[in-house]
């Protein structure tokens, strides 16, 4: 059986650009999490959605925005992308909204330059 | 103000030398403490889960204890294979189960 899926697995793109990042959970798995994680740090949370609505959402601004869509795939799109930005983006998806044992994608790589 | 702290930040031990990593949390009314181990350049994996005082579980040479106040995550007779980021998560009680995650404990099992 599949694990979670991220795609693309590495990107660069220049600041002020768009940046959109996929996300395939598990089979059956309803609820999506992103996590932001820079080197040395644990990951920070950035948003949940389950059933196809956003449960929770991480201290990020609104330059960050995700959505789910009716197979329970996710998205998330960062706008005027800065230097900060770049990361790594790990998805997780657990099967309800409680998240009490996620499983995470091997993440994307982003580079801002 | 950090809920989670996790020590040492790095540890260096020998293959069969059993040893303990720390997680303390600050949050009251703890809804769950997770345990996830973290290869590099690789999303992290799930070990466990603790949701009450007194409460341990295991998995081969890995063993997770929960107190009031912190979590130890034992590693007895470790090998090379255990190298890796060990990070702990906190929920805290509320309407959102948003899990805040420590730095992490970074090991390396020497041969």
């Known amino acids: 059986d599949a694990g979670v899926t991220q795609s693309p697995t590495h990107l660069i793109k220049t600041r002020g650009q768009h940046v959109t990042l996929r996300c395939s959970p598990i089979?059956?798995?309803?609820?999506v999490s992103w996590y932001q994680q820079v080197l040395g740090q644990g990951p920070q949370f950035i948003f949940q959605y389950y059933e196809k609505e956003e449960r929770g959402r991480g201290n990020f601004p609104d330059r960050f925005s995700a959505r789910q869509f009716p197979n329970y795939s996710s998205e998330l799109n960062v706008n005027a992308l800065l230097l900060g930005d770049s990361a790594l983006y790990l998805c997780?998806?657990?099967?309800?909204?409680?998240?009490?044992?996620?499983?995470f994608g091997q993440g994307t790589r982003l580079t801002v330059v | 103000e950090d809920q989670v702290t996790q020590s040492p930040e790095a540890l260096r031990l020998q293959e069969g030398e059993s040893s303990s990593l720390n997680c303390s949390y600050t949050v009251s009314g703890l809804r769950g403490l997770f345990w996830y181990r973290q290869d590099p350049g690789k999303g992290p994996e799930f070990l466990f889960t603790l949701y009450s005082a007194g409460e341990e579980k295991e998995k081969e040479r890995l063993k997770a204890t929960l107190t009031k106040k912190e979590s130890f995550l034992h590693i007895t007779a470790p090998k090379p294979e255990d190298s890796a980021t060990y990070l702990c998560a906190v929920q805290a009680p509320g309407g959102s189960y948003i899990p805040t995650f420590g730095r992490g404990t970074s090991l390396i099992v020497h041969p």
């Open positions: 997780a998806s657990s099967p309800g909204q409680q998240n009490t044992e996620a499983f």
């Open positions: 089979s059956g798995h309803k609820s």
